[in-house]
């Protein structure tokens, strides 16, 4: 496995290549020597013969031809001159030359183990053509010892006559064993050659692998995160570009991830602290993420990852098919609060979409809304009744205005009535007006507090004193009472004595003939002046107890409107006691009477007691 890995590696294919190129090159170099050295040494081995065999043929002829004129004791001379030169002067290493008659017969050969050859006819094809006078006759022939041999025959001519002919078979394995030790030093040459083109070739292939190698282990641990990774510069080359732009990416890795990182945190920060609930999802609709304000607004348990946002949002299953399209409306959702109340959240839904992939999830913003549902409801209520108070006046105005125009005027009594009651309703729109406006400045804070040192004894006799008439006209007595240790405190006197008149004004409207109203001042807990006005009047229902400080709110409407109130006192003394840093509460017994109590800090604005 590991070869086989090896074998796979650009180190081991370059060395492969270079082995492979001088191989290949050494062969074909192999090819041409051989081929051209082995054509070389048979040209020279074949024209060696030839020109022995020409020379050979000259000398035999003046032996031939002479023996053939002459007489047996010439010719006997002539065949020992022919053995004698065939034998000693033309005798050559491995050949057997053999001399001819006109009739192909051997007359001498130079092989003696082939002297039974002697006296008999030769019928090889090259001494057929020979004796034909056919001078360049050559070709190769393997004996019976299986030993290649080159064949070469000439004719010999005495007076333009053929005499006979010359023989030569030659052994070539003298060539052949030069030629195989050639090829030995060749392949001896090829295979130090290839060694040393593997030696090389590992050294040069160590040298452009090892960089590579090394920005490999260096790549790796980039993309485990250790961008602080540098790889050295040794040149100019492809290998020392390569090494400069992966320098120049891990530098811009490492600013692009400390940039995301900063990112990161920033929408981790923003998500944690943000007054809003964020919730993330998938393109199935399951939850990916979820902020502590999400968490805190769906009082999650933690265990939401996952789940399907319809499901935790209480939606109904047909909303998730309009999720994943990605036209879900925003949604008000009720939700139940530990003290027992009911919470609004309002829920909207942002697809997210990736280019090319389509809707890949969503975002769904969580607000509670809870506080402006409220004062949404409370601003109509607010509209509708001054519509109402203002409306039912007006009617009457009208009405009488009317009537004036169609003869009242003509009856003295009568039209006088008329004026006076439209005298009584513009007085009580003038009212009303009036508080709206107050009330108006006392909610932007434009109506500043002119704070000064009051005695509490004074003020509280003032206020009686002022409605003491009409208690007289209804026999309800009054009782001052202010506790040891309260003499006077810092408050705005103006501001403070509406907000008596106001509750001394309803005690004295609920209260029967022959009643009692309190007023009473006393040091609360903590720094704080409490002052009550209590009465014996006919009390307030329980269930109109928490609404009492609403604007326009009245227990006995029609009884109120007829006795000229306009529904805002309370409200007002609620905006005043608040402006000043304190309180006011009601207890009430249905049939018993009122008790209402407001308190106010007794430390003046530099910290020191009244």
């Known amino acids: 496995m590991r070869l086989r890995s090896f074998f796979r590696t650009i180190q081991a294919r370059l060395i492969m290549i270079y082995v492979l190129l001088i191989l290949i090159a050494m062969q074909l170099i192999g090819v041409y020597f051989v081929s051209a050295m082995k054509n070389s040494l048979t040209s020279n081995f074949t024209k060696d013969l030839q020109e022995r065999a020409e020379l050979l043929s000259v000398l035999a002829a003046q032996n031939l031809g002479g023996a053939a004129a002459s007489t047996t004791a010439s010719g006997d001379e002539s065949l020992d001159n022919l053995r004698v030169l065939v034998n000693n002067l033309f005798n050559i290493n491995g050949a057997e030359i053999q001399v001819l008659d006109p009739g192909g017969k051997v007359l001498t050969t130079s092989k003696p183990s082939h002297a039974d050859y002697v006296g008999r006819k030769n019928t090889q094809t090259v001494v057929s053509r020979a004796l034909q006078g056919i001078s360049d006759n050559e070709e190769y022939i393997i004996d019976d010892d299986n030993i290649r041999k080159k064949v070469v025959a000439k004719p010999v001519l005495s007076d333009g006559k053929i005499v006979g002919a ?33 030696v090389l070739g590992v050294i040069l292939a160590h040298t452009i692998t090892s960089p590579i190698k090394e920005l490999t282990r260096r790549a790796t641990a980039v993309a485990e995160g250790k961008f602080d990774q540098q790889m050295p510069v040794l040149g100019n080359d492809e290998i020392g570009q390569l090494s400069k732009a992966f320098n120049y990416m891990t530098s811009r890795l490492r600013d692009a991830l400390a940039q995301n990182e900063e990112e990161k945190e920033k929408l981790a920060s923003i998500l944690t602290n943000m007054s809003d609930g964020v919730i993330a999802t998938d393109e199935t609709g399951k939850v990916i993420l979820m902020n502590r304000r999400a968490s805190a607004l769906l009082e999650a348990g933690g265990e939401e990852l996952g789940r399907s946002v319809t499901e935790l949002l209480g939606l109904p299953e047909e909303d998730q098919a309009d999720l994943a399209r990605g036209s879900l409306p925003p949604r008000l959702l009720m939700r139940g609060t530990p003290e027992g109340g009911e919470s609004i ?266």
């Open 345 to 610: 959240i309002r829920a909207t839904f942002t697809p997210l979409h990736r280019r090319e992939v389509g809707m890949i999830g969503a975002i769904v913003m969580l607000q509670d809304v809870t506080e402006q549902e409220k004062l949404e409801a409370s601003r109509r209520e607010f509209v509708a009744n001054v519509s109402h108070e203002l409306r039912t006046p007006l009617t009457t105005i009208k009405s009488y205005t009317e009537a004036l125009e169609d003869g009242a005027m003509q009856e003295p009594e009568l039209g006088s009535r008329f004026i006076g009651v439209i005298q009584n309703e513009t007085e009580r729109m003038i009212r009303l007006v009036t508080d709206l406006l107050h009330l108006s400045r006392l909610d932007s804070k434009e109506a500043p507090l002119r704070k000064q040192r009051t005695d509490l004894m004074e003020m509280l006799e003032d206020v009686a004193d002022r409605f003491s008439f009409q208690m007289q006209q209804k026999g309800i007595q009054s009782v001052i009472s202010v506790g040891e240790g309260v003499g006077a405190a810092w408050m705005d006197r103006d501001q403070i004595d509406q907000v008596l008149d106001n509750l001394i004004s309803n005690a004295m409207k609920y209260t029967p003939d022959g009643g009692w109203i309190t007023i009473e001042a006393r040091k609360g807990t903590e720094d704080y002046l409490e002052v009550s006005v209590e009465d014996t009047g006919t009390g307030i229902p329980k269930k109109d107890l928490e609404r009492i400080f609403e604007r326009f709110y009245r227990v006995d409407k029609a009884r109120s409107r007829n006795m000229g109130g306009t529904g805002l006192g309370l409200s007002i003394a609620r905006e005043i006691v608040k402006a000043h840093g304190g309180t006011i509460f009601l207890q009430s017994e249905l049939g018993q009477g009122t008790k209402v109590t407001f308190t106010l800090p007794l430390l003046e604005e530099g910290g020191e007691e009244a």
């Open 166 to 198: 010359i023989y030569i078979a030659a052994s070539m394995s003298d060539l052949y064993s030069t030629m195989e030790r050639i090829n030995g030093i060749f392949i001896s040459g090829i295979l130090l050659a290839l060694g040393l083109t593997a």
